[in-house]
């Protein structure tokens, strides 16, 4: 590996280590004061300061073999070749004479549709994330393993934005063409995560596969469920049902066989983490696991899942097999439920709402969610945010190509699709207090075993979605919002504000049918 790392640039590296497993890096992690032991044995990691994804620090190589196909803009930040080779020499200069962890291995379950990935870290913590966040090979395939994409990440590398062609001295930069993602400054694992998904969202389309940033289960009978949303609308925590098996818990392909998972772990956001209600991921924080930026007590060892004093996006990475009765292979079938998941702050959804295929389209463009109103001053109200097709940092291609395979693929396998709100309901968030997970669970679980669709269905006239009027387990009061709200006139002026920020999110998609623009709400 020596030899492979100096055909890199990587000249004279102090050691290589290649496909070490979790405990070696475990154990080197800790030696390094890369990381520290918590009570449950789970490694803890403090990444500085960035504690999440960087956005405004993503960019894409404007080669010409990928000019044309690329929805350039905010997201898709281009950046010249020459740019991309400068960073990279200076990446590889920068790790000369380090240490150096690889891990190979591959994104995609289903292995007619599985990429060969190569990790290569600077820190054996990353590279224990890595190993458990990938799908882990077996000694046969790793004989004669060849990447397709390799990432490189170096957090210690900062770029210098008045030289390099950048926004800070955080990058990370994907050259589709050379078939490399650079991660530099950046100790955030999830960069690596998503580098890897933005790639197979590119290469997947090219062959009919609808790639999905959505978890995946499985029932006793097979009946699969897709569940949608964006980070705090509770797809990992809905997705790890007791009573149903795990396919994933973030990425996923869905093909004319079926489903499958592109990961062979988990990264769940573990903010307020407690055994009572996510009872599968509290127990999957053991050896092995990768935790990220919870505080713990110095002496105890004790983590302490409340305290956000470092960063609300507390995580913890690992692998799928933590998961009782999790699928694996990550491969299932076709889905009979879609659930797309938001957290409504304005609390004006309904709890659960049925979609046609024309609203199940616009709903997947628009990608909503809400976030709490800050602590400016002035910032009084929730912050509407729409992310298209529920991943738009992640889509390299334009969205129409996204939701034309959604479209089709729900038609063409008749999957009920559902918008549930998991967030605020009989007024907003502030007001009252968040939907009972409880409610939601009753929610999911007559959606997915067929017990929703016995109920009589009224449509709102605002959202001009199917409203269900009775939910098993679910107090009939709560699923309409307009009556849960004391001040109906207030629930009107809230709910219409809402319909009117859909509307005006959705005039950018100009190339959208009319058809699929007079799905949405009305103001």
């Known amino acids: 590996?020596?030899?492979?790392?100096?055909?890199?640039?990587?000249?004279?590296?102090?050691?290589?280590?290649?496909?070490?497993?979790?405990?070696?890096?475990?154990?080197?992690?800790?030696?390094?004061?890369?990381?520290?032991?918590?009570?449950?044995?789970?490694?803890?990691?403090?990444?500085?300061?960035?504690?999440?994804?960087?956005?405004?620090?993503?960019?894409?190589?404007?080669?010409?073999?990928?000019?044309?196909?690329?929805?350039?803009?905010?997201?898709?930040?281009?950046?010249?070749?020459?740019?991309?080779?400068?960073?990279?020499?200076?990446?590889?200069?920068?790790?000369?004479?380090?240490?150096?962890?690889?891990?190979?291995?591959?994104?995609?379950?289903?292995?007619?549709?599985?990429?060969?990935?190569?990790?290569?870290?600077?820190?054996?913590?990353?590279?224990?994330?890595?190993?458990q966040l990938l799908l882990r090979p077996t000694p046969e395939q790793l004989e004669n393993f060849a990447p397709g994409f390799t990432v490189i990440a170096a957090p210690g590398f900062k770029c210098i934005p008045e030289l390099d062609g950048v926004r800070s001295e955080a990058a990370i930069l994907t050259h589709f063409e050379k078939k490399l993602v650079l991660v530099a400054a950046s100790q955030y694992a999830g960069e690596i995560k998503k580098g890897i998904f933005s790639v197979m969202n590119y290469l997947l389309p090219k062959r009919g596969v609808f790639p999905m940033h959505c978890s995946a289960n499985v029932g006793h009978d097979g009946d699969v469920a897709l569940f949608f949303g964006l980070s705090g609308t509770g797809k990992t925590t809905l997705s790890a049902d007791p009573n149903r098996r795990l396919i994933g818990d973030d990425e996923h392909g869905w093909t004319s066989e079926g489903v499958f998972n592109f990961e062979g772990g988990c990264y769940a956001k573990c903010i307020k983490l407690s055994r009572e209600n996510e009872p599968q991921i509290w127990d999957a924080i053991k050896f092995g696991s990768l935790i990220e930026n919870v505080v713990m007590d110095e002496q105890t060892r004790k983590l302490d899942f409340d305290d956000e004093s470092v960063t609300e996006n507390t995580r913890a990475g690992y692998p799928v097999e933590y998961i009782p009765n999790c699928v694996i292979p990550g491969v299932a079938g076709q889905p009979k439920a879609v659930v797309f998941l938001t957290a409504d702050a304005f609390g004006v959804l309904p709890p659960v709402s049925k979609l046609?295929?024309?609203?199940?389209?616009?709903?997947?463009?628009?990608?909503?969610?809400?976030?709490?109103?800050?602590?400016?001053?002035?910032?009084?109200?929730?912050?509407?945010?729409?992310?298209?097709?529920?991943?738009?940092?992640?889509?390299?291609?334009?969205?129409?190509?996204?939701?034309?395979?959604?479209?089709?693929?729900?038609?063409?396998?008749?999957?009920?699709?559902?918008?549930?709100n998991t967030g605020w309901s009989g007024g907003p968030a502030g007001e009252v207090p968040r939907m009972s997970i409880k409610f939601t669970r009753a929610i999911i679980t007559a959606a997915l075993n067929g017990e929703l669709e016995k109920s009589e269905f009224v449509n709102d006239p605002i959202f001009n979605v199917l409203v269900p009027t009775s939910c098993p387990g679910v107090p009939e009061g709560v699923l309409n919002p307009r009556n849960s709200w004391k001040d109906k006139e207030a629930y009107d002026v809230k709910a219409k504000d809402l319909a009117k920020r859909f509307i005006k999110n959705f005039e950018k998609y100009k190339d959208m049918p009319e058809h699929i623009i007079k799905a949405g709400p009305t103001a």
């Open 356 to 420: 046609n295929n024309d609203q199940a389209m616009y709903h997947f463009v628009s990608g909503y969610t809400a976030r709490l109103a800050g602590t400016e001053r002035g910032v009084t109200e929730p912050q509407a945010t729409f992310s298209t097709c529920f991943g738009a940092p992640f889509l390299p291609l334009y969205a129409s190509v996204y939701a034309k395979l959604l479209g089709e693929y729900v038609n063409k396998y008749k999957a009920n699709v559902y918008l549930v």
């Open 1 to 131: 590996m020596k030899a492979y790392c100096e055909s890199m640039g990587i000249i004279a590296p102090k050691a290589v280590y290649h496909n070490l497993e979790p405990a070696a890096l475990t154990e080197m992690a800790v030696a390094r004061n890369d990381g520290r032991l918590s009570e449950t044995g789970a490694l803890v990691v403090y990444t500085g300061k960035y504690t999440g994804r960087s956005p405004n620090d993503r960019f894409v190589v404007d080669s010409p073999g990928v000019h044309d196909e690329i929805e350039w803009g905010s997201v898709n930040s281009p950046i010249s070749e020459e740019k991309f080779d400068a960073i990279y020499n200076k990446m590889m200069a920068y790790l000369q004479g380090r240490e150096i962890f690889i891990f190979d291995g591959f994104a995609g379950a289903d292995n007619n549709y599985a990429l060969p990935i190569r990790v290569i870290n600077e820190l054996a913590s990353q590279n224990l994330f890595a190993h």
